[in-house]
């Protein structure tokens, strides 16, 4: 079975702080992919990054980066001088490589809330 | 490219009602699939088709429960005998074979569906 748990359920911060939003995943799986989709207030879900569970290079793209740990089984989500355009709901995902089984498996999700 | 688009956004039905909700993936995408969210959760998943073929259902799926996807372009998911439970949101997504796709779930606006 697969498990993904985001044990931050609110964050707040005030513009321009850095803000890291956590994420520990289960699997027997030797192989996988990792994900980090953001759901702003209108509710569609929108894609950030998808990372190989053999690529444990950590990546940045802008503001955003990403903290990949395989012996810690984490995928951390770091926001640099965080906006209130990042206000949303953030979610982690994990999916399965092998098989037909191509679902993805959420966590309960972060809610970061970004003030003045 | 248009985006996953879904119909109705909204539903508001009465208990015992069947409903149908339908939703046009990216254009060659052949993999769509069918989540549900409620409040405070993550999406869950629901089923899953490659191109017309229905290839994996969730024990969520009751047997109140059908999606079809006819022609492996757009598909449906109906709700018979609507409970008060399936008040949720009924998220769409497709994933296929275009470039920097395959794997990466890209995800409609969703159906709210209100049971009363």
């Known amino acids: 079975a697969q498990k993904v748990t985001q044990a931050q359920t609110e964050i707040s911060v005030v513009e321009k702080e850095d803000v890291t939003l956590d994420c520990v995943y289960e699997t027997r799986d030797t192989t996988y992919y990792l994900f980090w989709y953001k759901q702003p207030p209108s509710g569609e879900l929108v894609f950030l990054i998808r990372r190989n569970s053999f690529d444990e290079q950590n990546e940045i793209s802008g503001r955003y980066s990403w903290n990949f740990q395989k012996s810690t089984s984490s995928f951390n989500f770091t926001i640099t001088a965080s906006q209130v355009v990042d206000s949303a709901v953030y979610f982690c995902?994990?999916?399965?490589?092998?098989?037909?089984?191509?679902?993805?498996?959420f966590g309960t999700g972060t809610r970061l809330q970004v003030t003045l | 490219d248009t985006g996953v688009s879904q119909n109705p956004r909204h539903k508001i039905t009465k208990r015992g009602q069947n409903v149908t909700f339908r939703c046009d993936p990216i254009s060659e995408h052949n993999r769509l699939y069918w989540y549900r969210q409620t409040l405070g959760q993550g999406p869950e998943f629901l089923t899953y088709f490659q191109n017309e073929a229905q290839l994996e259902k969730s024990r969520l799926l009751s047997d109140r429960f059908s999606a079809e996807r006819p022609k492996g372009s757009f598909s449906t998911l109906e709700i018979q005998r609507t409970e008060q439970g399936d008040s949720a949101m009924y998220l769409c997504?497709?994933?296929?074979?275009?470039?920097?796709?395959?794997?990466?779930?890209?995800f409609g606006p969703g159906t709210r569906l209100t049971v009363t």
């Open positions: 997504a497709s994933s296929g074979n275009k470039q920097g796709a395959v794997y990466e779930q890209y």
């Open positions: 995902a994990l999916r399965r490589i092998t098989g037909t089984a191509s679902k993805l498996t």
